[in-house]
């Protein structure tokens, strides 16, 4: 599986570099068809590695009939922007995070909520479970997009020019956060100014001044070399965000019955693979951001304390409560 691995880490490499995209639909040539994914991160993060494992297990299953292209580090465009294009269609498939969805679908961020989540288990068993679904069928309505299964990523921790020892510690600071309402609702509540800034540009927006702190997974961190300038690492295990293996509704729906069967179930192994990879890799980022970050163990109980659900803008509509007590009732 390595030396595999290592060849469609080659092959796609280089049509990402190259710049390839035809555009949603996958070109399609005797009875063969090749899509394209796009995600945000860098080539040395776990996604990617993900990534590549999803392509080749789609590649084999298929008998060589589809082939899956990864282009990494936004080369495709924002997360924002592969929202939009799976929902057009001009973009086959992508590492999407729910929070990316809200925009089109604010009821599902009753599945992010911050502080929601006892551990990995808890949170993959509710995306798995008939929460998760519920919120997959309304994305699949709302946003044209085929959830094709969920990725747990780490638990999201505070990186900043100060130590936060408390809530009391976040009052006012300027904190880049996804472009996401349930991002900012979470910060305003803790008291801080949360600044929307696109992922590709979250390194200047620190290195400028124009935010002083960022929240994001120790693995997230490390790969864009975000230590470079922060200090520290401010463990509050906030929010437990998973992205998507999304695909364009429109596309996942030209395909034969066979070939959307191999989708789902690659998609679904991948899940479970990239969950043990996240817990590996966390562990990893974590012991490399020790060695060059000072390390903050924060009072939880401040900023939990300051989490009033009802006063989210995506908690107002009836489905999101609903979501909200599937979850409850996931053990």
């Known amino acids: 599986m390595k030396k595999k691995l290592a060849l469609v880490t080659v092959i796609l490499m280089c049509c990402a570099l190259a710049g390839v995209y035809a555009g949603g639909g996958s070109a399609q040539t005797d009875g063969k068809v090749t899509f394209q994914l796009n995600h945000v991160l860098p080539p040395n993060h776990s996604i990617q590695t993900a990534s590549l494992f999803f392509a080749d297990l789609v590649h084999q299953r298929s008998n060589g009939r589809v082939t899956i292209e990864v282009f990494p580090s936004s080369t495709l465009g924002t997360e924002r922007e592969s929202q939009e294009a799976l929902m057009a269609g001009t973009l086959d498939m992508a ?13 599902i961020g009753s599945l992010i909520l911050p502080f929601l989540y006892d551990g990995y288990d808890h949170g993959d068993r509710v995306y798995a479970g008939r929460a998760g ?22 638990f999201r921790q505070i990186f900043s020019q100060k130590p936060l020892k408390s809530a009391a510690d976040i009052a ?16 305003t509540l803790l008291g801080a100014a949360p600044t929307p800034v696109a992922w590709a540009e979250a390194y200047s927006a620190l290195e400028t001044g124009v935010v002083h702190a960022i929240e994001n997974t120790p693995e997230a961190i490390f790969s864009m070399a975000m230590h470079e300038v922060t200090k520290y690492m401010n463990l509050s295990d906030h929010l437990l965000a998973p992205t998507t293996i999304s695909m364009s509704d429109k596309v996942f729906n030209r395909q034969p019955a066979d070939i959307q069967k191999i989708l789902l179930d690659a998609a679904k192994e991948t899940a479970a693979f990239g969950l043990k990879l996240t817990q590996e890799n966390d562990a990893v980022a974590r012991k490399n951001l020790t060695e060059r970050l000072e390390i903050v163990q924060i009072d939880k109980h401040s900023f939990r304390s300051k989490m009033d659900y009802s006063r989210f803008d995506v908690m107002k509509s009836p489905v999101a409560q609903e979501i909200k007590a599937l979850i409850d009732a996931t053990k």
Do not use: W
């Open 95 to 107: 590492f999407v995070a729910y929070e990316a969805y809200l925009v089109v679908v604010p009821e």
């Open 133 to 154: 679904q519920k919120a997959n069928e309304i994305i699949r309505e709302k946003a044209g997009a085929k959830v094709l299964s969920h990725y747990i990523q780490a």
């Open 172 to 187: 006012g600071i300027r904190i880049r956060v996804p472009e996401s309402p349930l991002y900012v609702n979470t910060f």
